[in-house]
């Protein structure tokens, strides 16, 4: 009985949704200029389930990565209440424990001595090997690309740490409380970048890391989508894959390596 | 061989109860670290998110590897029928299963969220070789269990046969499938090697026979039975090659490893310039694990049998531990290349050589479940009728004397 | 609540008579204090399921939500609350259905209890919404250790947002911005 309410509730949400959702891209539509809306990403509704239609990715342009930026960073760990827990540790033992989705790392040439700025958070792979060696299945891809680290089965064995080739997981070390609601997270459990997926499923068509970003170094988009700038950019310019030899095929890519 | 009786050990004595108690000691200290370390969280140990697993996955890593190893001796009484060896059988299993549930310990109340056993056990990812090693541990209690009944009971023996071989069978893929976690981490150049997995089941045979030597040894003698010269310099001859074997496979993996241009970083950090991972690798697994062990069994008695058994095989547990830190926490302390060519830096330790300090709650948890093992074989010895009364040398071996 | 506590009383009573007829006294005092311990933890858990609607089982008035009626009949919700949660959690998690229907953080942003200072209950306060009933049905769980126990908004003024990490310098300033800085 419960679950025929549900459902029917969730029907009638649904259509809601649908008639809200619809009428409100008609107000936003008359109310800017339509050449004026250059990269929509369409949001699903919201009680639609995330399909394989679209891949999920970010480009990022390594020349216009600014040297001593951390906006990302930052807007990353606002977005997402990331913190650091004081436990009178060491600064270096500190920062080891420490969650990092997004890092800035500067790249330089051994030989050249060629310096490149990026930001590296999770590459979300196609293939992620994360996702094979997870013994009970928590660390998982969604439909539309999106690699995730489902904490109410994740054991904390940290197996899929050792298994990323990027270190883009963290292991939470302590206890924490006053977690944001786009974000829960916990002690004893792996965590990494979720590619903003609340923003994703919103139809935010973001990042906070992208928004964050003045510089214009990272875009968000479906790669699946031919016309959206992130697939046109990647058409006229290339990206690199980190660590393309283990043919993961990552929805992060990078220009300018 | 006919006049063979088993006995159970009396196990009343103050000196059984105080090594029970000593066991006792350690398990509990295990079990305050495991408190302590979920109460409050990773941080206080020395793992974190460089080095991510660390000094209770060495220990975990030893025990398991050890209880495949132990079942050797029983293995070749069964399945390659040697009649040498049958005395000495039943206690091989039962050290097999202590040493696994010991290993299994640590590795468990080390997880982040041990309190969800559960979902380790309902919810299975079947591309994953962690969840395969989930049932082989599990399968491994279930058939060397049996395979100790058939020992135990003699209306079930004559399913000795089958049971002992798939037993045998068993326990090569269980260290197979130990070895394959390393091998199949593409990701770190240390591992992703089809050699860990065979290198981890010679490992096993070296280390579970040295346990088994040890225990062999400290009950006969504790017990006041009497143990001949020709079981122990069997089982020592015996270890010798298993330590050769061993040695052979970690030269085959760094050869390789040397070949592959690719992998000279690596390489130089283990093998030169790595502090005390090198020093863990040539003083620890070489000389005192693989070297002194070797001398010790080889050369012609320098000194009575058994006390050059006890030091051989102590040594050899010692290398073994230092080799698997050398496996574990060298790979990871070595950073991963992102882009080659490129040096690089980061607040996340990228392109920077990772210190591990190991914290005391490390240790308890890992002696913790060394202690779980032993007791349980101590109390096994009371329970069950495991050992001969004498292993004399003329009850061992007939034919020599 | 008087019937069954009564009920219990008597039930115990006959079992120890009926036991008692068969051991001798010395196991009698243990099986009665057995019993006592189970009957009691029984009698404690049912009163938790039946009593009032806005009683928890220790009597104390439950607090009345924000909204007018919750998401499912009262009866529905104390029955099945988990499964619908459960339900709704693996819709989120693996196919990004964010509906609020069903969803832990509604419950929590409409179920927010005063604790004795007047502040917010949390978690480990008998007052928090879910850990009245939690306490006395012996129920533990762990939603909390992930999830924020309180609204957003009784805690997002102590977030520190701007600078998040504060504590370390470090880590808002990469290696080379401190390198250019000294050449500056």
């Keep these: ?257 | 061989m006919k006049n063979i009786r088993y006995t159970s050990i009396e196990g009343n004595s103050l000196k059984f109860l105080g090594l029970l108690g000593v066991f006792g000691f350690f398990i509990l200290l295990g079990f305050l670290a495991f408190l302590k370390m979920e109460h409050e969280g990773h941080w206080i140990t020395g793992m974190n998110n460089q080095v991510i697993w660390g000094m209770p996955h060495i220990f975990a890593i030893f025990l398991i590897v050890a209880a495949s190893g132990a079942l050797n001796v029983a293995s070749i009484a069964s399945v390659f029928n040697k009649s040498f060896y049958k005395p000495l059988a039943k206690l091989s299993a039962v050290l097999s299963l202590a040493l696994l549930a010991g290993g299994l310990a640590v590795l468990l109340l080390d997880l982040g969220r041990p309190d969800r056993l559960i979902v380790a056990i309902t919810y299975y990812n079947f591309k994953s070789i962690f969840a395969w090693n989930i049932i082989l541990y599990t399968g491994f209690f279930g058939i060397v269990g049996i395979y100790l009944w058939t020992m135990l009971d003699w209306q079930v023996e004559k399913y000795k046969r089958i049971a002992g071989t798939a037993a045998f069978i068993w326990r090569l893929i269980l260290t197979t499938g130990t070895g394959s976690i390393f091998g199949f981490l593409v990701a770190r150049s240390a591992y992703d090697a089809a050699i860990m997995a065979p290198m981890f089941v010679i490992m096993s045979f070296s280390f579970g026979l040295a346990i088994y030597i040890l225990v062999l040894l400290a009950s006969y003698r504790w017990t006041g039975r009497e143990l001949g010269d020709v079981v122990i310099t069997r089982l020592k001859n015996l270890l010798g090659v298993f330590i050769a074997a061993t040695l052979y496979f970690s030269l085959v993996y760094h050869l390789t490893n040397l070949y592959a241009t690719e992998h000279h970083g690596i390489e130089a950090f283990v093998l030169m310039k790595g502090g005390i991972i090198t020093n863990m690798y040539w003083l620890g697994q070489i000389i005192l694990g693989t070297l002194i062990p070797l001398a010790l069994i080889y050369c012609p008695r320098p000194a009575k049998s058994n006390t050059m058994a006890v030091v051989a095989s102590v040594l050899v547990i010692l290398g073994g531990l230092a080799s698997l830190y050398v496996i574990l926490i060298g790979g990871q302390s070595y950073p991963m290349t992102l882009v080659p060519g490129y040096e690089a830096s980061s607040t996340f330790a990228d392109g920077a050589i990772t210190v591990y300090s190991p914290s005391i709650w490390e240790f308890m948890l890992g002696m913790g479940g060394v202690a779980i093992a032993l007791v349980i074989v101590t109390l096994a010895m009371k329970i069950f009728r495991l050992l001969p009364d004498s292993l004399s040398d003329k009850i061992a071996d007939p034919h020599k004397s | 609540m008087f019937a069954q506590l009564a009920i219990s009383i008597w039930l115990w009573v006959i079992t120890n008579i009926t036991v008692g007829l068969f051991v001798n006294i010395r196991q009698l005092s243990k099986v009665l204090l057995a019993s006592a311990i189970l009957l009691w933890s029984v009698g404690s858990f049912a009163a938790s399921n039946y009593s009032g609607p806005n009683r928890d089982a220790s009597g104390n008035i439950v607090p009345t939500p924000k909204g007018e009626k919750c998401v499912e009949p009262t009866a529905d919700m104390r029955a099945n609350h988990m499964e619908y949660l459960l339900h709704k959690r693996d819709k989120t998690m693996h196919e990004g259905i964010r509906t609020k229907q069903h969803s832990l953080v509604e419950c929590i942003q409409c179920h927010v209890t005063p604790g004795e200072d007047g502040k917010v209950a949390r978690i480990t306060n008998e007052k928090h919404f879910c850990a009245s009933c939690h306490r006395s049905a012996s129920v533990t769980l762990d939603c909390f250790e992930c999830h924020a126990d309180r609204p957003a908004e009784y805690f997002s003024s102590e977030l520190p947002h701007k600078d998040v990490f504060a504590l370390n310098p470090a880590l808002t300033t990469t290696p080379h911005v401190v390198l250019n800085r000294k050449v500056q």
């Design chain 1, 1 to 257: 009985m419960g679950q025929n309410d549900m459902n029917n509730t969730n029907k009638i949400d649904q259509y809601r949704r649908r008639l809200l959702g619809g009428s409100a891209a008609a107000v936003a539509g008359l109310a800017l200029a339509p050449g004026l809306i250059l990269n929509t990403v369409q949001a699903k509704p919201a009680a639609d389930a995330v399909s394989s239609k679209n891949r999920w990715g970010l480009l990022i342009d390594t020349t216009k990565c600014a040297d001593g930026c951390s906006d990302c960073v930052t807007a990353c760990n606002t977005e997402h209440g990331l913190r650091k827990i004081d436990h009178g540790l060491s600064e270096s033992k500190s920062e080891a424990i420490t969650s990092q989705w997004i890092r800035n790392v500067t790249l330089k040439n051994k030989s050249t001595g060629h310096t490149v700025n990026m930001p590296v958070m999770c590459q979300h792979c196609e293939n992620p090997p994360c996702v094979d060696v997870c013994p009970t299945g928590a660390s998982f891809k969604r439909d539309d690309g999106i690699v995730l680290v489902d904490k109410h089965i994740c054991i904390g064995c940290r197996y899929c740490m050792m298994a990323c080739p990027y270190k883009a997981r963290s292991f939470i070390h302590e206890a924490l409380t006053d977690q944001l609601a786009v974000a829960p997270r916990g002690k004893g459990t792996v965590e990494s970048c979720t590619l903003c997926v609340h923003k994703v499923d919103n139809g935010d068509g973001t990042t906070a890391c992208a928004e964050a970003c003045t510089h214009g170094a990272i875009t968000f988009g479906d790669l699946n989508d031919k016309s959206s700038l992130i697939s046109k950019k990647l058409e006229m310019s290339g990206g690199r894959q980190l660590r393309a030899e283990l043919g993961l095929n990552t929805g992060v890519r990078y220009q300018g390596l």
